[in-house]
């Protein structure tokens, strides 16, 4: 714990990018959660992934673009990928759900074509798959900074209204709510909430941080907006105890979040069924 202390300045810029992700991934995915569509941040990661490997590889390319971030084409993959599962859920309106599994492999294929070209399979790439939160830097956490501000104020200016097309659209409609509009605007954040998520998780175990939490949260809370506080302590919790058992234990970021987040899950799981079959043999007595 003395040599963690010590280390502490090299690990600040992990706990405070960690700290942002661990709060905004569970404040998305909540809603994602609710609108039964857990599945799409597989997607919309391998979207990513797909923007990161084409960036590298204009970036290699053109020594004039060499300077920009790869994440930053990542970003807007995961953005066209949002728009593009929107548009083919109404071209598919009888079998909406085909338009995740399409854009999924369509991001798949477009990543490990380009990485194949780069011959980028190698610790980049690993970090990219599983996360590596002890590698980012200054720029990653301006970037992480900057879209979790933009993700929270949308979501608190647009929150009602989110709400409402979640858990009634037709009422929200008669309301005078544009669901198209909202609906835009949900795939925006839930883009750039999965873009930043994929730096601790990575694109493999990015939907695990989207619904461990939350689904954690369930057996807890008791109205929607508890759900999303404890989620989101939940969240935080597993992204901090995880990136300290990373470094210790020298294993990816990612699979110790992911791993400390289901034995949450599990251990919550079995303290309700305990409490469950005490209060049914106290009503028996």
């Not at 661990?22 to 799409?40: D, E, N, Q, S």
């Not at 590889?57 to 004039?64: H, K, W």
């Not at 907006?225 to 597993?238: H, Y």
Request: aromatic share 12%; charged share 10%.
């Amino acid at each position: 714990m003395i040599e963690f202390f010590q280390n502490l300045s090299f690990m600040k810029t992990a706990f405070l990018v960690g700290i942002l992700i661990g709060g905004i991934t569970p404040l998305i995915g909540v809603f994602i959660f609710a609108r039964r569509l857990p599945h799409i941040s597989e997607s919309l990661s391998q979207m990513n992934l797909a923007g990161v490997a084409i960036g590298s590889t204009i970036g290699s390319a053109v020594p004039y673009l060499s300077g920009i971030n790869p994440r930053i084409y990542g970003v807007i993959f995961a953005l066209i990928g949002a728009f593009l599962v929107e548009l083919l859920r109404k071209v598919f309106r009888d079998f909406s759900d085909m338009s995740i599994p399409i854009i999924l492999s369509f991001g798949t294929g477009l990543g490990a074509l380009f990485f194949s070209i780069l011959h980028g399979f190698n610790a980049d790439f690993f970090n990219y798959l599983f996360g590596s939160l002890i590698a980012v830097n200054q720029s990653d956490l301006n970037n992480t900074l900057i879209i979790s501000f933009i993700v929270v104020i949308i979501l608190l200016i647009f929150y009602r209204p989110l709400l409402l097309i979640t858990f009634d659209a037709e009422y929200a409609q008669v309301t005078g709510i544009r669901k198209k509009w909202i609906d835009a605007i949900f795939m925006v954040l839930m883009a750039l909430t999965i873009s930043v998520s994929v730096q601790a998780v990575g694109v493999m175990l990015v939907t695990g941080m989207m619904t461990l939490p939350i689904a954690t949260a369930i057996f807890i809370g008791k109205s929607f907006k508890s759900v999303i506080f404890l989620s989101i302590i939940f969240g935080e919790a597993a992204v901090l105890i995880g990136l300290v058992l990373s470094y210790y234990l020298s294993i990816a970021t990612g699979g110790a979040i992911i791993t400390f987040s289901l034995l949450c899950f599990l251990l919550v799981i079995g303290v309700k069924h305990i409490y469950r079959m005490s209060m049914r043999r106290h009503i028996q007595k």
